[in-house]
């Protein structure tokens, strides 16, 4: 062990984070490519997807910097890896699959014949249950109807699973993969569910009628809030909306 200066001399630069955050952002947005139409993440918050849609683009906040970040990252070096790239394919995740049928585009991470495949990043500290991939299924199987494949996978990144015994101390990223299997008539209803919720936003988007904007479900809790969503204060979401909980 090398021995440190006694009279060095650490000072937080606060600048200096601001100034990483910012190109971050300007890297994220101007990676991410303006999408027209419906995509199939548009289905999964259709409330959401219309305020993105109608609104001023607000700036990511330094949060969703971190996030988005991370798993752009993650999912470059996954994705290179996989196609087996010499060095990191940064554009390894672009590209968009447009189905006529659904009406929607759709981006699977991967697809080999047929079959296609989502990378997902989690920070968990505990194993995951089946109860517990619902959001990603929702997206997993929207790219399983497009391919029209009742098979799918799902690889989980968890990144702060503690080691299993034996394998040192702490917590490590570990991969949790998943075989996902359904009927075809499971996957024909949930067609006929993207269908009606895609009229529903395209019919909101054409209109812009309160009655069919409150027609869309409300977002998922995690999703919602004054500090969490940018649309908080226009959409107003019915029942949430002046509430303590969910005006702080």
């Given at each position: 062990?090398?021995?440190?200066?006694?009279?060095?001399?650490i000072?937080?630069?606060?600048?200096?984070?601001?100034?990483?955050?910012?190109?971050?952002?300007?890297w994220?947005?101007?990676?991410?490519?303006?999408?027209?139409?419906?995509?199939?993440?548009?289905?999964?918050?259709?409330?959401k997807?219309?305020?993105?849609?109608?609104?001023?683009?607000?700036?990511?906040?330094?949060?969703?910097?971190?996030?988005?970040?991370?798993?752009?990252?993650?999912?470059?070096?996954?994705l290179?890896?996989?196609?087996?790239?010499?060095?990191?394919?940064?554009?390894s995740?672009?590209?968009?699959t447009?189905?006529?049928?659904?009406?929607?585009?759709?981006?699977?991470?991967?697809?080999?014949?047929?079959?296609?495949?989502?990378?997902?990043?989690?920070?968990?500290?505990?194993?995951?249950?089946p109860?517990?991939?619902?959001l990603?299924?929702?997206?997993?199987?929207?790219?399983?109807?497009?391919?029209?494949?009742?098979?799918?996978?799902?690889?989980v990144?968890?990144?702060?699973?503690?080691?299993?015994?034996?394998?040192?101390?702490g917590?490590?990223?570990?991969?949790?993969?998943?075989?996902?299997?359904?009927?075809?008539?499971?996957?024909?209803?949930?067609?006929?569910?993207?269908?009606?919720?895609?009229?529903?936003?395209?019919?909101?988007?054409?209109?812009?009628?309160?009655?069919?904007?409150?027609?869309l479900?409300?977002?998922?809790e995690?999703?919602c809030?004054?500090?969490?969503?940018?649309?908080y204060?226009?959409?107003?979401?019915?029942?949430?909306?002046?509430?303590?909980r969910?005006?702080?």
């Open positions: 062990m090398l021995a440190l200066p006694a009279l060095i001399q000072d937080r630069n606060k600048k200096a984070e601001v100034g990483l955050v910012d190109k971050t952002r300007a994220l947005e101007k990676d991410s490519s303006d999408r027209k139409g419906i995509h199939a993440s548009d289905l999964l918050d259709p409330r997807a219309y305020y993105d849609k109608t609104q001023t683009k607000v700036p990511l906040s330094e949060r969703l910097v971190g996030l988005f970040f991370v798993g752009k990252v993650l999912h470059a070096f996954f290179s890896a996989l196609t087996g790239e010499d060095g990191v394919n940064w554009k995740d672009g590209g968009s447009i189905d006529k049928t659904l009406g929607i585009s759709y981006s699977p991470d991967w697809c080999k014949n047929g079959v296609p495949g989502e990378l997902k990043t989690s920070r968990g500290k505990y194993e995951m249950r109860s517990d991939l619902s990603y299924l929702e997206q997993l199987m929207i790219y399983m109807t497009g391919e029209k494949s009742t098979y799918g996978r799902l690889v990144l968890m990144t702060n699973l503690p080691a299993p015994p034996g394998q040192g101390w917590t490590y990223p570990q991969y949790r993969c998943f075989d996902i299997n359904v009927t075809k008539t499971a996957l024909a209803e949930y067609a006929k569910q993207i269908i009606r919720v895609r009229k529903a936003l395209v019919l909101a988007l054409k209109t812009k009628k309160a009655k069919n904007i409150n027609a479900p409300l977002c998922r995690f999703k809030g004054k500090s969490q969503c940018p649309h204060l226009v959409c107003k979401p019915e029942g949430r909306f002046g509430t303590k969910w005006d702080k």
